[in-house]
Nanobody
Framework: VQLQASGGGLVQAGVSLRLSCAASGRTFYRNTMGWFRQAPGKEREFVAAIGWGGSSTAYADSVKGRFTISRDNAKNTVYLQMNSLNPEDTAVYYC?????????????????????WGQGTLVTVSS
């Protein structure tokens, strides 16, 4: 199983980027997927999560209203549309997936709740 994240880069503040995470080796259409990020010298933090149908989403307060997570189950791919980027968004962004179908009242926001991880893609936002 492999999660391949892409789409990162060096951008100026205020612009948009879209990250993609393509899964291979198995399908995740019924599994929750998420994005996390880790800035230099900081711990990995939750960014967004999306349930299997795509209608259920969750966001960290720091990105709410600016970032949008979505998925295309036919392509086994999850996306993170990032708008109005600012230097505080600079980090390595990781996609993640749960291996099991979990029925819960809310989407998982802890890294320990995810089983598969991509290699990360670096987003650098200059002021």
């Amino acid at each position: 199983v492999q999660l391949q994240a892409s789409g990162g880069g060096l951008v100026q503040a205020g612009v948009s980027l879209r990250l993609s995470c393509a899964a291979s080796g198995r399908t995740f259409y019924r599994n929750t997927m998420g994005w996390f990020r880790q800035a230099p010298g900081k711990e990995r933090e939750f960014v967004a999560a999306i349930g299997w149908g795509g209608s259920s989403t969750a966001y960290a307060d720091s990105v709410k209203g600016r970032f949008t997570i979505s998925r295309d189950n036919a392509k086994n791919t999850v996306y993170l549309q990032m708008n109005s980027l600012n230097p505080e968004d600079t980090a390595v962004y990781y996609c993640a997936a749960q291996s099991l179908i979990v029925i819960a009242p809310s989407l998982p926001e802890s890294a320990t709740q995810y089983d598969y991880w991509g290699q990360g893609t670096l987003v650098t936002v200059s002021s």
